[in-house]
């Protein structure tokens, strides 16, 4: 079964230096997740997407931004790179049907900051 | 608001011997509640959901959880632990906001399995 695909896989960027995260949800899912996940922590909400628009927003910083395209798949921009910055950056996608629908994860692009 | 409590950071059984990681919820309404699984540099894997149907919730790979209103806990165990369930478990809820999910993560247990 299709899954979530994000890419790069690995990215490693300087301070002050730009990325760009993208993610691809399974087909006919409406709905775009990503989370942030520092080493040893679990993993923090940052924003989501329901049919291309932002649906809600957690602890995203200013420097972040987002957004989901006409083929559903969503690209995460990070500005002005900071050491911090460096985690797991995940994608995950679910069908808005209540509450009761899961969301299924990508394997996650390691971000490196140096 | 949503929370969820994973009582146990690090769970450390022998290969064989039963498995218990226990989650406490609070929510003001019947929640849905998951277990996910990461394994090391993985993204997180669905074990399994508990939406409102049958109290024991069977996972994927020998889990299953029981859902138990009236303590509030959504327990995950598994009779024979493998070398291969050494991995960091997720008890998350879902809390519905302005008609959007949101899943309100545990802070994770850390299961080792030694031989």
């Known amino acids: 079964a299709a899954g979530v695909i994000q890419s790069p896989r690995h990215l490693i960027k300087e301070k002050r230096e730009t990325a760009t995260l993208k993610c691809y949800p399974i087909p006919r899912h409406d709905t775009v997740y990503w989370y942030q996940q520092g080493p040893g922590q679990d993993p923090q909400f940052l924003i989501s997407f329901y049919e291309k628009m932002q649906s809600d927003k957690g602890s995203i910083p200013d420097r972040f931004s987002a957004q989901q395209f006409s083929d559903y798949h969503s690209e995460l921009n990070m500005s002005s790179l900071e050491l911090g910055d460096s985690a797991l950056y995940f994608c995950?996608?679910?069908?808005?049907?209540?509450?009761?629908?899961?969301?299924?994860f990508g394997n996650g692009t390691r971000l490196t900051v140096t | 608001a949503q929370s969820v409590t994973q009582l146990d950071s690090h769970v450390s059984v022998s290969e064989g011997t039963p498995v218990l990681l226990r989650c406490n919820y609070s929510s003001s309404y019947s929640p849905s509640l998951f277990w996910y699984v990461q394994h090391p540099n993985k993204g997180l894997q669905l074990l399994l959901k508990?939406?409102?149907?049958?109290?024991l919730v069977k996972g994927i790979n020998g889990f299953e959880a029981e859902f138990k209103k009236s303590e509030t806990s959504f327990h995950l165990t598994k009779p024979s632990a493998h070398m291969s369930d050494a991995a960091e478990y997720f008890c998350?809820?879902?809390?519905?906001?302005?008609?959007?999910?949101?899943?309100?993560f545990g802070a994770g247990t850390r299961l080792a399995v030694h031989p």
């Open positions: 508990y939406t409102s149907a049958a109290t």
């Open positions: 998350v809820v879902t809390e519905r906001t302005g008609g959007y999910n949101k899943l309100i």
């Open positions: 995950a996608s679910s069908v808005l049907q209540g509450a009761g629908s899961p969301l299924h």
